[in-house]
């Protein structure tokens, strides 16, 4: 058995592999110092190929991304995607990247490792946005994708995005198995990159692929006269990212006038400099484009993040007061926008098909019980609901929607993932709509909460960096314990004995005061509905009360519904030090005030009696 090598014998590793100047002078440097712990953060564990791909921040090291890793990462991603996927080599990959420091080179280096494994590969050679790859893959039936990007991430920070023949992002298993073949083939073998554009097997796709994807998008205009005649007005930023140029020709397809730009975030710069977190959800991120708007008497905001798959709204009161839209605000009235002109164009409801993620908000799934459209809900993340939407096309279905409560929207159906840049033109569109009869967004939004009843949120989160504490809160609500204040357990609490298990699930009955109807939890793998209705003592055999979606040890996700219409979702974040959770109450006769109420009171049962948060000082 192999010793596991020294701090100085990885680093030697590294600098008899590396031949990229700038990160090879960092490993020397912190050798030279003797700095051993530096070197081991940067080099003892290499960085995870996820769902997500890769993702990290960019520095010499295994645990970073840099040119080295992201050699071996299509080494070995190009080697896996040969063996799985039918006629991969002749179909081929799509490459793109974005405007971030070293994207460009990534991208090369990206398909320099598919071409010398014998792919064609179809190349975007210049910076652009995220859509325009899942858009190519499955337009083009190439084998797979890559993004080079890291969203709205900060500025040190880059990722490597994958996705498969179908055009969506990996899910598991597939991870895994491209994990295990990017460590097989992990020593980089082509660090050139000179004149791969020009190689026999490398296409410059972009022409033919933006135009397809504004081509495939004009199925979603409506009232293209009203849409030229309007004279709403909007200001728009790109967040220093790439989106302008693609959302103004998007806007120009659907007919729509143009966009105001914020000039001191409209064009692509990496380094983000009017905004710590090139993130339009961060509190503060859309202040330069309200001021610009209160100035040119505009009434929107729209907003995309720097590689443009994700939007954001705000608009503007009677009262001169801004409203920022939640992304389950955006999300519903994409919903109704999208089934409203699904019937226009003669497709019947029950062909119809949306879809969201488990912790966005529940309204998706009252609104297509009243009106007879497909829903489903997924897991976290835009690789669920991809795969998802990808599978009912498959079955005939029209994909009108795919959301997450994280501002990310599907709403071209040949964009199997998030795509900020069609989200925004139909916003556009539904805005001029009902300026034309007086009314805003806003206006649109009650009414929904009229027919639907009233839903209303409070997502957050708290820090917990230290993951046995992390662990013994989430210990405290499957299991109970003595409470620390009294040495009481505070609340009533189920005793579902487990036969294989031996072990009793001792879960709230109640949350807050309200009772607990339903428990999920996808950790210990369980699910039971009408919890109140059982009796608290259960014994539950192997194969009972297992959930539908798949369970996993490797975090932590627990959702409760209670009978006032709450519904609390709670999960560890897999690459932050985070307990997130995700509270929403629904008051089906449009009782505001009580839903605010429970809302709040749910809120604080959620900090004191679940995490205890008081006590573990969070």
């Known amino acids: 058995m192999s010793s596991k090598p020294t701090t100085l014998e990885l680093a030697q590793r590294w600098l008899d592999e590396d031949k990229d100047p700038k990160t090879r002078a960092q490993i020397e440097a912190l050798v030279a110092s003797r700095d051993e ?20 921040r960019m520095e010499a090291g295994y645990s970073r991304l840099n040119q080295l890793t992201v050699i071996s990462a ?48 179809h190349f975007f050679p210049e910076p652009g946005f995220t859509p325009q790859v899942p858009f190519a893959v499955k337009h083009l039936r190439a084998a797979c994708g890559v993004m080079i990007t890291a969203s709205h991430n900060p500025k040190d920070d880059n990722g490597y995005k994958v996705y498969w023949e179908n055009g969506a992002q990996i899910k598991p298993p597939l991870d895994e198995g ?33 135009d397809a994807y504004f081509a495939a ?71 330069m484009a309200k001021a610009l708007a209160d100035k040119q008497g505009a009434v929107l905001v729209l907003a995309n993040d720097p590689d443009a798959d994700r939007f954001a709204a705000a608009e503007k009161q009677a009262d001169g007061s801004w409203i920022a839209f939640t992304g389950d ?32 908000s529940r309204m998706l799934e009252v609104m297509a019980a009243k009106e007879g459209f497909h829903y489903v809900d997924t897991l976290t993340g835009f690789k669920w609901m991809a795969n998802e939407l990808a599978s009912l096309q498959a079955r005939g279905y029209y994909v009108g929607l795919g959301y997450e409560e994280a501002i990310g929207y599907m709403v ?19 805005a001029v709509q009902l300026n034309a009869d007086g009314k805003r967004i806003s206006d649109y939004l009650q009414s929904l909460y ?10 957050s989160y708290f820090l917990c960096p230290d993951t046995v504490k992390m662990d013994r809160i989430f210990a405290h609500i499957r299991f109970g314990d003595s409470n620390p204040a009294d040495g009481t357990d505070s609340v009533e609490r189920t005793a579902f004995s487990r036969q294989d298990t031996g072990d009793v699930l001792r879960y709230p009955r109640t949350i807050g005061g309200f009772l607990v109807s339903y428990i999920r939890d996808l950790t210990e793998g369980f699910e039971m509905c009408d919890v109140d209705k059982q009796e608290p003592s259960l014994s539950i055999s192997q194969n009972q009360n297992q959930p539908e979606f798949p369970v ?46 429970d809302l709040d009171i749910m809120a604080r049962a959620v900090s004191e009696e679940l995490v205890q948060a008081t006590y573990n000082k969070l």
């Open 37 to 56: 712990q530096a070197l081991e953060e940067l080099l003892r564990n290499p960085v995870e190929f996820g769902t997500a791909g890769l993702r990290a």
């Open 74 to 121: 299509s080494q070995g991603l190009a080697a896996y995607v040969e063996l799985q996927v039918p006629s991969a080599i002749e179909r081929g990959i799509v490459v793109g990247y974005d405007h971030r420091h070293n994207s460009a080179v990534f991208a090369r280096l990206t398909a320099r490792a598919f071409v010398d494994r014998g792919f064609r590969v």
């Open 178 to 210: 491209i994990a295990a073949s990017i460590d097989k083939y992990r020593v980089p073998v082509n660090w050139n990159v000179e004149g791969i554009e020009d190689h026999e097997r490398v296409t410059d796709v972009t022409t033919a692929m933006i």
């Open 217 to 287: 998008a004009t199925h979603l205009v409506q009232g293209q006269e009203l849409n030229c005649k309007t004279e709403l007005r909007y200001v728009y930023t790109a967040m220093h990212g790439v989106g302008a140029s693609f959302a103004a020709r998007m806007l120009t397809t659907f007919g729509l006038p143009p966009f105001i730009p914020v000039p001191e975030q409209i064009s692509p710069d990496p380094d983000f400099p009017t905004v710590s977190f090139p993130n339009p959800e961060e509190n503060g991120a859309l202040d």
């Open 329 to 360: 605000q955006l999300g519903i009235i994409f919903a109704a926008a999208v089934l409203d002109m699904a019937r226009t164009q003669g497709i019947p409801d029950k062909k119809l098909a949306m879809v969201n993620s488990t912790v966005s």
């Open 412 to 430: 071209h159906d040949q964009v199997l993932d998030k795509d900020g840049v069609t989200a925004l033109a139909v916003f556009v569109q539904l």
């Open 450 to 459: 009229s027919k639907y009843g009233y839903f209303v949120s409070a997502n």
């Open 552 to 597: 996993s040890k490797s975090a932590h996700m627990l959702t409760f519904e209670t009978r006032n219409g709450g519904r609390l979702t709670m999960r560890t974040s897999g690459t932050e030090p985070k307990l997130k959770y995700y509270l929403e109450v629904r008051n089906a006769n449009n009782d505001r005030v009580q839903a605010a109420k």
